[in-house]
């Protein structure tokens, strides 16, 4: 079973700051995926990345993917309140199915204003 | 609004009842996927459908069973229902399914809580 682990489990910064969530794992994964996830509502994907050392940008989030493809990082640049919200990373678990996914536990991010 | 439709938003029943939660895909999307969500195992895969067939299967509870319908839309029973069956079961689709990567498209869940 392959198996991502997040860090932190909960963050909560102030506006303005920069933070930084990790998503590692022992195994290698042909792609990984952040989601966000807002109270009452079902996780949306944020980006897919697919290449070792790929880096995306979304405005101020940037997602890298670790060159063994083990690992990947989401920076919040500027964080804002509206950034708010369980960020999930996923990768594929195995078999044919692209939505067959593995979830990390997820990570909390709280901004104050 | 992912187009993905859920119902119910909220059920409140008791330990050994059966319920079932229905999920209506976003147009065109022939996968349906379903997932739960705890506090303590996080959002775990327990099923896949496309087109009405079995694609994919999770740690799916034998207590748990689903299928899809000619019209796409998807159901999940959950039966004998325990206290540690409490959660949020989510829905998702997806164009297709294999190959590759895509993007599903979740609901907004269904929140069970079993007394």
């Known amino acids: 079973t392959q198996l991502l682990e997040q860090s932190p489990q909960f963050l909560s910064i102030q506006e303005g700051e920069n933070l930084t969530v990790y998503c590692n794992s022992s195994s290698v994964f042909s792609s990984l995926q952040w989601y966000r996830q807002e109270p009452g509502e079902g996780p949306v994907l944020l980006v897919t990345?697919?290449?070792?050392?790929e880096v995306k940008k979304l405005k101020r989030l940037t997602f890298q993917f670790g060159d063994a493809r083990k690992d990947s990082s989401l920076h919040i640049t500027a964080a804002q309140t509206g950034d708010t919200g369980l960020y999930l990373c996923a990768g594929p678990a195995g078999g044919t199915s692209y939505g067959k996914l593995t979830f990390g536990q997820g990570t909390i991010l709280t901004v104050h204003p | 609004d992912s187009g993905v439709t859920q119902t119910p938003k909220h059920l409140i029943t008791a330990t050994g009842q059966r319920v079932t939660l229905r999920c209506s895909p976003r147009?065109?999307?022939?996968?349906v996927y379903w997932y739960q969500q705890s506090l303590d195992q996080g959002l775990q895969f327990l099923i896949q459908?496309?087109?009405?067939?079995?694609?994919a299967k999770g740690n799916i509870l034998e207590r748990f069973s689903a299928q899809q319908f000619p019209d796409l839309h998807s159901e999940l029973n959950l039966s004998s229902l325990e206290l540690g069956d409490s959660a949020l079961y989510f829905c998702a689709s997806s164009v297709a399914g294999t190959g590759g990567t895509g993007e599903l498209f979740f609901g907004e869940g269904s929140r069970l809580t079993v007394l």
């Open positions: 990345v697919v290449t070792g050392g």
């Open positions: 459908y496309y087109n009405g067939e079995e694609r």
């Open positions: 147009s065109g999307d022939l996968s």
